[in-house]
C-alpha cells in the first residue's frame, strides 16, 4: 500500500504485436488525455497514479520529460512516419561518409507523410526542424501539467482518420523513450511474404541471441531504474505468432523477477467470418498455444476481443448498445478494448491502492485459477443527474455489461471472484437523496456511500462471490483521436439524453464500467476450443510446426489442458497430471494455470 506522496509502484508495460500496438496507442493516449485533465479532479477524490506506467527524465539537452515506461516489439513497416528512436534526443545521425574516390549517387526515399492529426500534432506541440520532423526543445513533456498546452487539453477537432489509420503510429499522440521501440526487421508488418504467422516462429526469434540480449538490456534499463517495481503487464496478440514471443517473454520474466506481478492481455482483433483457410487453422493453433503457455507463466491472464468467439469460424463481434463501431477497423475495436483496459487496471494504479499487481492476481487465483474473463460497459448508461441506484435498478435481469472475451452472454451471475470498477460519477448521484419519509424503491436507495450502493449491487447479483469494488469520480477522457463513433444520444459528458439532440456535439468523457471475473463461462469457452482443435488433423499442417520441434505434444499437451478428465475437473481447475509424458520442455507447465 501506498499513499499519494510515497513511493508510487511502478509497472513495465510490453506490448508484443501490431493489434497489441493499435490497443496500446489508444491506452498511451488515454493516459495522456488524463494527465492533461489531472487538474480538473478534486484533491479529495481518489485518483490513478501516472507515476505507475509512466518514467521522469531529462534529453541531451536537460530538458524534463515524462514518457511511458514501455517495451514495444513489432515488425518491419509498422511505424510509417515514427522513427524508431523517437524523436525526444533528436535525430540520431548515421555517419554516411565513405572513402571511395569515385562518383557516387544517391537514392533516397521520401518519408512517409503524416496524416491531417499529426501534421495538427505537430503544430500544437510547438515546432518543425528544418526536415519536416518534432523540434525536440520545444515538446513540452514535462511531468508538470501546467507546462503542457492546453490547446491539447481542450482541442477535439474533428480528424477522421477511418481513412487514414493503417497502423497504430498514425495516431499515437504520445512521445516514447528511444528505449521503448524494438524492431523485428526479420519479418513484415504487411504484404504476403515473411509473415510472422506461427507459434513456433516467434518462440524462435528469442532463443536468437540477439534479440534475447536487446531484449534484457531493455528490461534492465527499465527495471533498474525503478524504486520499487510491482510487475509487468503484457499486452499481446494472440492471432499470430507473437503468441510464441509473448510465451518466451512471460518465461524469461517469470524466471528473472520472481515474485513480480505479470498480467497479461491476451489480443485478437474482429476476424472476418468468410471461410475457413489455412490462415484460420494457423490463427486457432496460435490462440490455443498462446493461451495455454501465457497463463502458464503469468501471475493472470485475460482474453481480450470484441469477437463473439475464437474458433475456426468466429460468431458475431459483440454489440455495444451506444457505441456504433466498425468491426472491421482496428482502430475502432481496439479503441473499446483500450478503454476497457484503463478501467480494469485502475485497482493497481491509485495513489492509495489496496492491490498490488500480485494482490489483485492472488484474488483470482484460487484453487490455481489463472484466466479470468472481462466484461466492460462502454459508456455505462446512466443519464445527466440519475442516481447511481435508480441506474443498477434497471439491470435487475441482466448483467450491466458486455462481454470482451469471446466467451458468449454470460447466463448467470454465478462467478468465484470478481473485481468491478466503475467510474465517471459524480459524487452527487452516488446516493438516491430520498426525500424524508419517502418509501425506497430497493436496498440500494437506503445506502449511504457510494461505494455501499456497488457493494449492495455486486453482493445481490453474486452472493457468495468474493467480489472488490471500486468507485472514482474521474471520467475515462475521449479526446482526439478517439474515435467518434458514440450515439447520438450521449451529451459532451457520455450521460444518457432524453432525446436526440437538435446539433450533436463530440463526447470528451465518458462513464465506464468494468468487471474481471473467475467465471464458469471461461469452461464453455475454452471446451469449444478443445473440441475445434480436437477435429483438426493436424498432419495436413507441416508447414505450422516447421519452426519448432515436439509439436505434436505439444497440441496434446494444449488439448489435455483445456479438457482434462471429468472427474478431476471443477469449473476451472485442471488436472494435476497429465495422462501422457511429457519432455522436458513442458513437464514443468503448470497443469493449474486454467
Known amino acids: 500500500m501506498f499513499e499519494a506522496g510515497g513511493t508510487p509502484r511502478a509497472a513495465l508495460t510490453l506490448q508484443l504485436g501490431s493489434y497489441a500496438g493499435f490497443v496500446g496507442a489508444h491506452w498511451w493516449n488515454l493516459q495522456d488525455a488524463a494527465l492533461r485533465c489531472e487538474s480538473e479532479v478534486h484533491e479529495q477524490e481518489c485518483k490513478v497514479c501516472p507515476d505507475v506506467l509512466y518514467r521522469a527524465g531529462r534529453t541531451l539537452s536537460g530538458q524534463e520529460t515524462y514518457t511511458p515506461r514501455l517495451i514495444l516489439m513489432d515488425l518491419k513497416g509498422s511505424l510509417n512516419s515514427l522513427k524508431q528512436e523517437g524523436y525526444l534526443y533528436g535525430d540520431m545521425k548515421i555517419d554516411t561518409s565513405v572513402a571511395w574516390q569515385g562518383n557516387l549517387m544517391t537514392h533516397q526515399e521520401e518519408p512517409p507523410a503524416k496524416n491531417l492529426f499529426l501534421q495538427d500534432l505537430s503544430k500544437l506541440e510547438g515546432g518543425m526542424s528544418s526536415d519536416g520532423d518534432f523540434s525536440p526543445r520545444a515538446l513540452p513533456l514535462s511531468k508538470d501539467v501546467s507546462q503542457l498546452p492546453t490547446q491539447l487539453h481542450v482541442s477535439q477537432k474533428g480528424h477522421q482518420l477511418e481513412g487514414s489509420v493503417r497502423v497504430w503510429s498514425d495516431y499515437l499522440r504520445v512521445r516514447l523513450h528511444p528505449r521503448s521501440i524494438f524492431m523485428i526487421h526479420q519479418y513484415n508488418d504487411d504484404g504476403e511474404s515473411s509473415q510472422l504467422e506461427a507459434f513456433g516462429q516467434g518462440e524462435s526469434l528469442l532463443h536468437d541471441p540477439t534479440y534475447l540480449e536487446e531484449l534484457e538490456d531493455r528490461l534492465h534499463f527499465y527495471v533498474e531504474e525503478c524504486d520499487y517495481l510491482q510487475g509487468f503487464q503484457i499486452l499481446c496478440d494472440l492471432n499470430n505468432g507473437f503468441s510464441g514471443v509473448g510465451a518466451k517473454v512471460t518465461e524469461l520474466l517469470h ?29 486457432l493453433m496460435n490462440t ?40 472491421s477497423l482496428n482502430f475502432h475495436s481496439s479503441a473499446i478494448l483500450a478503454t476497457a483496459m484503463d478501467t480494469f487496471s485502475v485497482p493497481y494504479r491509485l495513489h492509495s491502492s489496496q492491490f498490488s499487481m500480485v494482490q489483485l492476481a492472488d484474488a483470482f487465483n484460487s484453487s490455481g485459477r489463472k484466466v479470468v474473463a472481462a466484461g466492460a460497459a462502454v459508456p455505462f448508461p446512466i443519464s445527466y443527474g440519475q442516481s447511481l441506484p435508480d441506474a443498477l435498478c434497471s439491470y435487475q435481469l441482466a448483467v450491466p455489461w458486455t462481454p470482451l472475451s469471446s466467451c458468449g452472454e454470460q447466463k448467470d451471475s454465478c ?3 470478481q473485481s468491478v470498477v466503475l467510474r465517471g460519477i459524480g459524487k452527487e448521484n452516488h446516493i438516491s437523496n430520498l ?30 462471490t468474493f467480489s472488490t469494488s471500486y468507485l472514482l469520480q474521474g471520467p475515462c477522457k ?5 474515435p467518434q463513433f458514440f450515439s447520438a444520444l450521449l451529451n459532451k459528458q457520455g450521460f444518457l439524453l432524453d432525446k436526440l439532440p437538435s446539433c450533436t456535439t463530440a463526447v470528451e468523457s465518458i462513464p465506464v464500467l468494468t468487471a474481471l471475473q473467475s467465471s464458469p463461462t471461461l469452461h464453455s469457452a475454452l471446451y469449444s476450443l478443445y473440441k475445434e482443435l480436437h477435429r483438426v488433423d493436424v498432419r495436413r499442417w507441416a508447414s505450422f510446426f516447421s519452426a519448432g520441434h515436439h509439436w505434436n505434444l505439444q497440441v496434446q499437451f494444449s488439448l489435455f489442458l483445456l479438457n482434462p478428465p471429468n472427474e478431476v475437473r471443477g469449473p476451472l ?8 509424458p511429457l519432455s522436458p520442455q513442458l513437464s514443468n507447465y503448470n497443469t493449474h494455470s486454467l
Open 415 to 417: 462467478c468465484f471472484a
Open 435 to 464: 426525500p424524508p419519509g419517502s418509501q425506497p424503491k430497493s436496498a440500494l436507495h437506503v445506502c449511504e456511500t457510494g461505494e455501499e450502493v456497488l457493494g449492495s449491487y455486486l453482493h445481490a447479483r453474486c452472493p457468495g
Open 255 to 283: 524466471d528473472e523477477y520472481s515474485g513480480r506481478g505479470i498480467l497479461t492481455w491476451g489480443l485478437t482483433p474482429v476476424i472476418d467470418n468468410v471461410g475457413v483457410s489455412w490462415k484460420d487453422f494457423y490463427r
Open 288 to 327: 490455443v498455444l498462446g493461451i495455454v503457455h501465457l497463463s502458464s507463466h503469468s501471475s493472470l491472464f485475460c482474453p481480450l476481443s470484441l469477437n463473439g468467439s475464437l474458433g475456426l469460424k468466429p460468431e458475431a463481434p459483440v454489440t455495444l448498445p451506444y457505441v456504433h463501431y466498425d468491426a
Open 478 to 482: 475521449v479526446l482526439a483521436p478517439y
Open 573 to 580: 481447475v485442471m488436472a494435476p497430471r497429465p495422462p501422457f
